[in-house]
């Protein structure tokens, strides 16, 4: 059986990568795409053989043969459309970040809730084979006790007169909402850990838009461990390095590029033995670390097959609201930590 969908929004993420996913899914049929831009949704049903094109939420909630949707719209546009498709009894696979705010997205996954409808949410980062890989090792105490992480990403996002997601009021925040926010979720989910207390710049350093063009988010982790963050969106595409860093008492993981809309980039592992003391010399050649080999996929088609799995086998999402929610509640707090200069318990 497969779980019949409507796409909500045919812009840069669903038309790219999402429905693209969708289509390598054994479990799913792509049956209705909408867009408020008309053509955009017309284009993306003759390209990927979509049953409909319509131009309005309803249209698409109407259908009764619709088991699914699939959210990508601007982030001020998340909470009405999300609860016209609970309310239509539609299951969510809803966009990062979920709301506007916490209390916004709380909202949405009480509704879902009280009208028993499934609610997950898009941090597909989870689903890549790099990632997975990094989990397994971590938590299979590969690296000892995590001691040290470090996660970040980054773009080049000049200023585009009327962008939502340079509108703080539109998009909810700026570099570190929007990109941050997949870093601090795979460095609890690959690690196993959870932020307790946070401290944050979020700043414009060099463009004009409300939203934040660069932030720093210090974390605590739950397990004593210190996590930092660092989103831009005012680094070069070409100066990009995406790293993803975890020490630990027994060694490291230092992947590059991993965080990215296609399964690629390294795995550096270094592992030392540890019946090894203390050198007070401190005389280290650093070890020549190994590449970690890992089988690639297509994490789109991992999101999209794993709710639509949740939904035939009537299981919780792997990527709950919970989770969403859990990690845009660091971020926000992050955001009133960077403006009143004092750290946030989670
Ligand atoms: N998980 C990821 O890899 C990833 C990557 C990029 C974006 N996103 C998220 O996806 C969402 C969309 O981002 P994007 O980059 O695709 O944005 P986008 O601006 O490229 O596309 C948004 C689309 O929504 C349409 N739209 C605007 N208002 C609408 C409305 N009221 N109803 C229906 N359609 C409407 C626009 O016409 C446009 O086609 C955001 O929540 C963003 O954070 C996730």
């Known amino acids: ?15 790219r990568r999402t429905i693209p996913g969708m289509m390598l899914s054994e479990n799913s049929e792509l049956v209705a795409v909408m867009d408020t831009n008309f053509e955009a949704a017309q284009k993306t049903k003759d390209e990927f053989g979509a049953k409909y094109a319509f131009s309005t939420v309803e249209e698409v909630l109407a259908l009764d043969e619709i088991d699914a949707v699939y959210i990508a719209t601007p982030v001020f546009c998340h909470k009405e459309q999300a609860m016209l ?12 970040p979920m709301g506007l705010s916490v209390a916004e997205s709380k909202e949405i996954a009480d509704f879902c809730k009280a009208e028993g409808v499934k609610l997950g949410v898009g941090l597909m980062m989870r689903f890549s084979a790099y990632h997975q890989k990094m989990r397994e090792m971590i938590q299979s105490g590969a690296l000892g006790e995590i001691v040290s992480m470090r996660g970040q990403l980054t773009c080049w996002y000049p200023e585009i007169p009327g962008n939502w997601r340079q509108n703080k009021a539109t998009s909810g925040g700026g570099a ?61 595409d070409a100066a990009a390095r995406a790293r993803l860093e975890f ?23 270094t592992l030392s033995d540890d019946s090894i003391g203390y050198d007070a010399q401190q005389n280290r050649e ?26 035939l086998n009537d299981t919780e999402p792997e990527i709950p609201a919970e989770d969403g929610l859990f990690v845009q509640t660091i971020v926000e707090q992050a955001y009133l930590a960077s403006e009143d200069g004092i750290y946030k318990n989670i």
């Open 176 to 236: 570190l909402m929007d990109m941050g926010i997949h870093c601090i979720d795979l460095l609890q989910y690959i690690s196993g850990t959870k932020a307790k207390t946070v401290s944050c710049f979020a700043q414009n350093q060099t463009f004009g838009y409300s939203a934040d063009d660069s932030a720093a988010l210090l974390m605590k982790m739950d397990n004593g461990a210190t996590a930092f963050v660092d989103a831009n969106f005012n680094i070069p």
């Open 247 to 269: 020490y630990g008492t027994k060694g490291s993981i230092l992947a590059e590029g991993t965080i990215s809309q296609v399964e690629t980039g390294t795995i550096a592992l």
């Open 85 to 96: 498709a609970a309310k239509a009894k539609k299951h969510i696979l809803l966009e990062k």
């Open 286 to 311: 650093i070890d020549g670390a190994s590449n970690v080999e890992v089988v690639t996929g297509n994490m789109y088609e991992k999101e999209i097959s794993s709710f639509a799995n949740a939904i």
């Open 1 to 15: 059986m497969k779980i019949k969908w409507g796409v909500i929004g045919c812009g840069g993420i669903a038309y």
